[in-house]
């Protein structure tokens, strides 16, 4: 288990992207990576509500599966202590989420501790684009 920290990864175009540091000690690992996925539609997240275990690390992937831009941000999960987001993209600039063209997708690797955590769209007019995250 990843204890105390947080890897992010980003996909983008077909390349990976480290996001942050890690922060922690890697210890015994008691429980198996859990892997959830996320479909930015138009308008909306599916699903808009996930549980997960907090004694095991998480993949999310988020998968623009619209027609529109989506622009992924969740600031407690994103913008944790020591880490920088590098903005790879025009678009991407002065904007405090991850934008995900159609057809593209974002994996963030972490190990959250308990909480709940949520998601939104960033994008103008996007605003009930909205989704919860529960570590339990």
């Known amino acids: 288990m990843i204890a105390n920290s947080m890897t992010r990864l980003i996909s983008v175009n077909g390349r990976t992207v480290t996001l942050g540091l890690v922060v922690a000690t890697l210890l015994a690992c008691d429980g198996s990576m859990q892997t959830v996925s996320i479909n930015a539609e138009d308008f ?66 972490m190990a959250p501790p308990a909480g709940t955590y949520l998601y939104i769209c960033r994008r103008k007019g996007h605003a009930n684009m909205t989704g919860t995250l529960i570590v339990e």
Do not use: C, Q, W
């Open 44 to 109: 909306r997240f599916t699903p808009d509500l996930v549980r997960v275990r907090a004694s095991a690390p998480l993949t999310l992937s988020v998968y623009n599966a619209g027609r529109e831009v989506h622009e992924f941000d969740s600031p407690i999960l994103m913008y944790a202590p020591k880490t920088s987001l590098p903005k790879d993209t025009p678009e991407s600039a002065g904007s405090p989420g991850i934008v995900i063209r159609p057809g593209e997708s974002l994996r963030l690797v």
